[in-house]
């Protein structure tokens, strides 16, 4: 069956091939991205607490905006980035993975202009503002030769606990199940948790990768393997599912008949000001929501 998701356009990732890599801080210069491990991000945001958040409409573009943490996030701000900067050439954003837990915590103390995340806020993080950019499902992809076309969370539930490790159970050829999962802290990772798993836990038998591109590629070079990942990044390398008969199309996502589907949100301590202000406003303005559907997601204007 035909992926029901466009593949990704070519210039995604072109931010790495024509920039150079770089902090979040005063000294950097250029433009650029750096992937750092969940733990090593917060520590280094952290460590750059004096490069300050979005506070005032007096800030200048001397020093690049921060957005950081959801890995799913993160190709979708790439590219909202790299527009607005080949709009506005004296502004510099860096754009930083890490977690989405991570993106929050650095936002909560001033890190990052603008955590980005996959997962709702929970408890005190509610205290953050938060601005919705776009809806997202949760892909369930196998490799494109495997026969299965739909699934029901039932199922989906049953693997990914561990109760059904076998394709046979499926009505597939015997073969043991390859799981791939998400890392703790994974923003997608806990949205499928609180979507699919209820109370049940993930098996630790399954391979955890810290990225949806990780997991794209695993699954795409494994037949007997299955996963889940944005669905603005599933391409013609691999297959998304139907659960329980419904796609995540573009459609199904908007009128949320796609049952796992999800928010993207950038958070911040305080209300967005100045340089901080004007990109949010790019974001949620016509131009930047038609960025987001152009590249996979649906819009929330």
Known sequence: MPNPLQALRESRGSTHANTKSLRCGPSAGGRGVVRWPGLALIIALVALLAAGGCKSSSQTTSRPLCVAGSTSVQPFAEKLAEVYMHRHPGVRIDVQGGGSSAGIYA?????????????????????????????????????????????TLAEIRRIFSGAVTDWSALGLPPHAIHLITREEGSGTREAFEHLVMGKQEIT????????NGSVREIVAGDPHSIGYI???????????????????????????????????????????????????????????????????LVGVK
């Open 107 to 151: 936002a909560t103390h001033g890190a990052a202009d603008l955590g980005a995340s996959s997962r709702e806020l929970l408890g005190e993080e509610k205290k953050l503002v938060e601005l919705a950019i776009a809806f997202d499902g949760i892909a369930v992809i196998v490799h494109p030769s495997n026969r299965l076309t739909t699934i």
């Open 204 to 211: 630790p038998a399954a391979l955890v990768q810290d990225s």
């Open 230 to 296: 944005s669905a603005g990044l599933v391409d013609d390398r691999v297959k998304a599912l139907a659960i329980d008969g419904v796609l995540p199309t573009r459609d199904n996502i908007k009128t949320h008949a796609y049952k796992l589907t999800r928010r993207f949100l950038f958070v911040a301590r305080a209300a967005p000001a100045g340089p901080c202000k004007e990109f949010v406003d790019f974001v949620l303005g016509p131009d930047g929501q038609g960025v987001l559907e152009a590249e996979g």
